[in-house]
Antibody, heavy 120, light 110 residues
Framework: EVQLVESGGGLVQPGGSLRLSCAASGFTFRSYWMHWVRQAPGKGLLWVSGMNSDGSSTTYADSVKGQFTISRDNAKNTLYLQMNSLRVEDTAVYYC?????????????WGQGTLVTVSS | QSALTQPPSASGSPGQSVTISCTGTSSDVGGYNYVSWYQQHPGKAPKLMIYEVSKRPSGVPDRFSGSKSGNTASLTVSGLQAEDEADYYCSSYAGSNSHVFGTGTKVTVL
């Protein structure tokens, strides 16, 4: 059974940093693209970032480019999202989602999300 | 990377059909056959219902179907059931390994 478990969310002040983690199990992690998607309270889904299976290729939404960094450790079956210079508008539930073997494949399995609240 | 456009709401009575549109551009929906649809119940993670325009993952009822014409994709839910009441989001590949989601549609079963 595919499982994705996010952690690392919490309350952070504007300008602060946070690193999210996503522990994957139930599939061959090193063979899949992985993505981060966020959802602000009461709002829609926003694709944030993606990384290919071996970590050599990354993509970001324009709104987080230069601010967020995606990474992965295939030995630990874990995906990360380093978030810096956080703003109030970054407040959201952050979901980790499995892509496919290619970047164009849509996310299929999703974790339950971790809430990030940016507030003073 | 503008969001795909969906109607805010749609509704139907049990047993009826409802169709949700998802309008993008030639750079996303119209340019690739990588349109997906997700169902999200309150407080829950999204669930993949349709991928690659019209394919259903294992376990998704065949009441759910997808199609695409030009820059607009559609999701049809036939034989509406109470448990179909949820938010639905479309998604499309947008080139350069990026993705874009729709604005979301709240489906109400009357």
């Amino acid at each position: 059974e595919v499982q994705l478990v996010e952690s690392g969310g919490g309350l952070v002040q504007p300008g602060g940093s946070l690193r999210l983690s996503c522990a994957a199990s139930g599939f061959t992690f090193r063979s899949y693209w992985m993505h981060w998607v966020r959802q602000a309270p009461g709002k829609g889904l926003l694709w944030v970032s993606g990384m290919n299976s071996d970590g050599s290729s990354t993509t970001y939404a324009d709104s987080v480019k230069g601010q967020f960094t995606i990474s992965r450790d295939n030995a630990k079956n874990t995906l990360y999202l380093q978030m810096n210079s956080l703003r109030v508008e970054d407040t959201a539930v952050y979901y980790c989602a499995r892509g496919g073997p290619f970047g164009r494949s849509s996310p299929d399995y999703w974790g339950q999300g971790t809430l990030v609240t940016v507030s003073s | 990377q503008s969001a795909l456009t969906q109607p805010p709401s749609a509704s139907g009575s049990p047993g009826q059909s409802v169709t949700i549109s998802c309008t993008g551009t030639s750079s996303d929906v119209g340019g690739y056959n990588y349109v997906s649809w997700y169902q999200q119940h309150p407080g829950k993670a999204p669930k993949l219902m349709i991928y690659e325009v019209s394919k259903r993952p294992s376990g998704v009822p065949d009441r759910f179907s997808g199609s695409k014409s030009g820059n607009t994709a559609s999701l049809t839910v036939s034989g509406l059931q109470a448990e179909d009441e949820a938010d639905y989001y479309c998604s499309s590949y947008a080139g350069s390994n990026s993705h874009v989601f729709g604005t979301g549609t709240k489906v109400t079963v009357l």
